[in-house]
């Protein structure tokens, strides 16, 4: 055995009498962890944290107030932002400066999800097993979706089918407006689903756990990832040019990227 051969046994000896049992395992499979982690150069899952994923960044344009505390979803009806409270109340707001131009009564007791097809506001309650399609004016019962056994607290449109968040399964759903036959699903990719947005054939998801905003493809792989402008994202929404995240300080964020 040569000098440094020595030299390194009699310092492995010290070792051990100095740390505990369980240190000294460790130690022991550090080289072969180290050596791992340095070959694994290839996406073995699809997660927000994977270093492959692209941070993405944003420009805050402006900001509004939001009437209230409790807000679900927002979504935009081609002129003003709409955002649901859990009172129930559903308020059209300015979008420069945050008024109120008008207000309707949710049908649904506990309302959070909220979105415009182009023709009516679907409603939906995770305290409820169907979905309300009301008339955007009036408030008006247009239609009736029942929705199995999802409890459904976000909601988008992707142009033809609603997107529903389910809080069991954790998972967001594409579901027939007409008959509430579910479509396909996908796994949201953080801890939970603050509000969902489908813009050109991706899909924006945000996580109020985690205070961050994913762009998903419309299969559910993770295209970026970013920090959202307050510290519990909530609904979003696209109004053609920006996109929208409102969030628990009773805020609106428009965002460009």
Excluded: H
Excluded at 133 to 157: D, M
Aim: proline share 5%; with cysteine; glycine share 8%.
């Amino acid at each position: 055995m040569n000098l440094d051969l020595r030299k390194n046994f009699r310092f492995f000896k010290e070792l051990k009498k100095a740390f505990p049992f369980s240190m000294m395992r460790f130690l022991s499979y550090l080289p072969l962890l180290i050596f791992l982690l340095s070959g694994c150069s290839e996406r073995v899952f699809d997660n927000p944290f994977d270093p492959f994923v692209s941070k993405g960044e944003f420009f805050i344009v402006n900001y509004i107030n939001l009437p209230s505390l409790d807000m679900g979803d927002i979504t935009w009806d081609g002129s003003t932002l709409l955002c649901i409270s859990r009172g129930g109340t559903i308020y059209s707001i300015n979008k420069v400066n945050g008024s109120v131009i008008r207000t309707i009564q949710s049908p649904l007791p506990l309302p959070s999800g909220l979105v415009y097809d182009g023709t009516g506001l679907w409603i939906s309650s995770p305290a409820q097993a169907e979905i309300l399609k009301i008339n955007i004016v009036s408030g008006e019962l247009i239609k009736r979706t029942g929705v199995q056994r999802l409890q459904v607290s976000s909601l988008a449109w992707d142009g033809e089918n609603l997107l529903g968040y389910d809080q069991i399964t954790k998972r967001i759903y594409k579901i027939n407006e007409e008959t509430g036959e579910i479509i396909s699903s996908i796994k949201i990719p953080g801890f939970d689903t603050g509000g969902i947005a489908f813009v050109n054939g991706e899909i924006w998801v945000s996580d109020p756990l985690s205070a961050l905003i994913y762009k998903l493809n419309s299969e559910g792989k993770v295209l970026s990832t970013y920090s959202s402008p307050g510290q519990s994202p909530r609904g979003l929404t696209y109004d053609g040019a920006y996109l929208w995240n409102s969030d628990a300080s009773a805020k609106a964020f428009q965002l460009r990227f």
